[in-house]
């Protein structure tokens, strides 16, 4: 449950009513988390769909190092769907950047206000840690490009 000690919040590194929103208690929530290495540079991505029925306003969201980040809400609710949730925002995709290298947690959730009545839901896919390549690695083709088009030059006699 949202808003206690051992509740959600915790769970993603947040303090005590950091789930709260609009002036609303958050009652219950649910948090899947992922802690893993990254390196500076490297860009965190996923795509995301939100779903639910209800109407009040309960919202999805991904908390990256202990930032909570608000993916969608339901007061801003997309086309109804076919199918379990009455709404859905469809497939979107969210990315954000390591300045640094080390350790990070990521955490997907969702959070009820005001109510626990209906069902709300967050489906992820296609995580991935993308590694930039080094300036090193890119210096290092250009030079062997280089090399390579001298020799070129030099083997067709200009």
Excluded: C, H
């Amino acid at each position: 449950m949202a808003g206690f000690a051992r509740g959600p919040e915790a769970k993603a590194g947040l303090a005590v009513g950091a789930f709260d929103a609009f002036g609303l208690f958050a009652v219950e929530g649910s948090t899947a988390s992922q802690t893993f290495s990254a390196q500076a540079g490297s860009i965190f991505s996923f795509a995301w769909n939100f779903g639910t029925r209800e109407t009040a306003l309960d919202y999805a969201f991904v908390v990256i190092d202990g930032v909570l980040n608000t993916l969608n809400r339901a007061v801003n609710p997309a086309a109804p769907s076919s199918a379990n949730d009455l709404f859905q925002t469809g497939w979107r995709s969210f990315s954000s950047g390591f300045a640094q290298s080390g350790l990070r947690t990521v955490t997907f959730g969702v959070v009820d206000l005001t109510d626990n009545a209906a069902r709300t839901s967050l489906s992820i896919d296609q995580v991935q840690v993308s590694a930039v390549p080094e300036a090193d690695v890119r210096l290092m083709l250009l030079a062997g490009l280089a090399a390579m088009a001298f020799v070129t030059r030099r083997l067709k006699g200009g």
